[in-house]
């Protein structure tokens, strides 16, 4: 069965015909061409996928397309600013928070749903915010040192 849905993205009303079963990582990707947000596992475990739905943190394999009907979604392509790095990627950038990068938007976007609780976490705060994000590369210790200093910067 079909279901036309509309929803805010990045701040842009769209809207789109999907199948019952859409994933919202497939309408966000395949459909809505946003392609910084990442499929990693197929059982919900890894988090390259985290989206921001009406201003939490979601893992969008894990919701249906049509279950976002109305919403606000926001993608990591949503949070630079007239051409400028979001100041939490400015940090992974510059405190080296990736290597490959596949997991770096879900992580992005974790940790900006975290900043909203603890403006200033520290690293137990990060590390068990961070648990349903997986990296296969950085061993975590550079990405809770961006974190930290992109919640310096936002505090700022
Ligand atoms: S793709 Fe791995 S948790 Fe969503
Ligand atoms: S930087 Fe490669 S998976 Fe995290």
């Known amino acids: 069965m079909k279901s036309q849905i509309s929803l805010q993205l990045n701040g842009d009303k769209v809207s789109a015909e999907v199948e019952s ?3 919202l990582v497939e309408l966000i990707r395949q459909r809505l061409g946003k392609t910084g947000t990442h499929i990693g596992c197929d059982t919900s475990q890894c988090g390259a996928c985290v989206v921001h739905m009406n201003g939490r943190s ?3 394999c894990t919701l249906l397309a049509v279950q976002a009907q109305g919403a606000d979604i926001v993608t990591i ?13 400015q940090a992974f950038r510059e405190h080296h928070g990736l290597q490959c990068g596949f997991c770096t938007p879900g992580m992005i976007m974790s940790a900006l749903d975290l900043l909203k609780l603890h403006p200033d976490p520290d690293d137990r705060e990060i590390r068990e915010w961070l648990e349903g994000n997986l990296c296969r590369c950085t061993g975590y210790q550079n990405i809770v040192r961006s974190i930290k200093a992109g919640a310096r910067a936002m505090r700022r």
């Open 77 to 89: 392509e949503g949070i630079a600013e007239n051409g400028e790095l979001h100041p939490m990627q």
């Open 21 to 23: 079963r859409t994933l």
């Open 58 to 60: 979601v893992k969008s």
